[in-house]
């Protein structure tokens, strides 16, 4: 069975910084590219960060481009989204997922394969 556990969610004050863990379990990690993705209340879900197979490829949404950083580590098979300089804008539920695919499909939310529960980030103005 596949699990996909997201943690490091909080309340920070804007400017400040969050650290997201993904932390994957059922299936081998090193196989699939990883995506992080959020949902504010009243919006669609949106593509935040991906990252390849081994971590060599990043690819970032606008908005999150020179403030968060992905990166994984495949002994441990967790991903993590480091966000700095946060803004009230990027209050939201952020979702980790894994895609067997890596390439133009990151962007795509119905592209992956597997999804994690959600952790909450609020960003307080």
């Known amino acids: 069975q596949v699990q996909l556990v997201e943690s490091g969610g909080g309340l920070v004050q804007a400017g400040g910084s969050l650290r997201l863990s993904c932390a994957a379990s059922?299936?081998?990690?090193?196989?699939?590219?990883m995506g992080w993705f959020r949902q504010a209340p009243g919006k669609e879900r949106e593509f935040v960060a991906g990252i390849s197979w081994s971590g060599g490829s990043t690819y970032y949404a606008d908005s999150a481009k020179g403030r968060f950083t992905t990166s994984r580590d495949n002994v441990n098979n967790t991903v993590y989204l480091q966000m700095n300089s946060l803004k009230p804008e990027d209050t939201a539920v952020y979702y980790c997922?894994?895609?067997?695919?890596?390439?133009?499909?990151?962007?795509?939310?119905?592209?992956?394969?597997?999804w994690g529960q959600g952790t909450q980030v609020t960003v307080s103005s």
């Open positions: 997922a894994a895609d067997h695919r890596w390439g133009w499909t990151v962007v795509v939310g119905t592209s992956y394969d597997y």
């Open positions: 059922g299936l081998t990690f090193s196989n699939y590219a």
